[in-house]
């Protein structure tokens, strides 16, 4: 979400502009500066400044999303909520399969892809 374009976070075009002009073009260029830089390159008044911070920070932030509600998406659709493993017995130890999103899962499929590559080939 940090690569957010500004122009798409709902800053004036003018602004953009200039912000462009100091190589300030996504909502992380744009929230990395301090206060004092961003009065200097906008040119606006501090108060101003803490309106824009909110603004790009509200654009670029995910969409709350409560842990209910979660529980909730994955109860609606289960093959969605865990990663199967192939294996009947580790699936059911962990009750439907590696939870889909977690670390685990990346190192999983990485384990897999080692397996079955060809010998020599790195990955």
Not at 45 to 57: D, E, M
Not at 68 to 84: C, G, H, Q, T
Not at 86 to 105: F, M, P, Q, R, W
Request: aromatic share 6%; with cysteine.
């Amino acid at each position: 979400m940090a690569t957010k374009k500004l122009r798409r976070a709902g800053l004036s075009q003018e602004l953009c502009d200039r912000l462009s002009r100091h190589q300030i073009t996504t909502c992380r260029d744009f929230l990395c500066l301090s206060l004092l830089e961003l009065m200097k390159v906008t040119g606006q008044s501090y108060w101003n400044v803490q309106k824009l911070l909110c603004k790009v920070s509200l654009a670029c932030a995910p969409k709350m999303q409560t842990a209910y509600e979660m529980k909730m998406k994955r109860a609606i659709n289960p093959s969605s909520a865990f990663f199967s493993t192939t294996l009947d017995g580790l699936d059911k130890a962990l009750h439907g399969g590696v939870a889909c999103g977690s670390l685990t899962e990346v190192k999983l499929i990485f384990t897999v892809f080692t397996a079955v590559a060809p010998k020599g080939h790195n990955l």
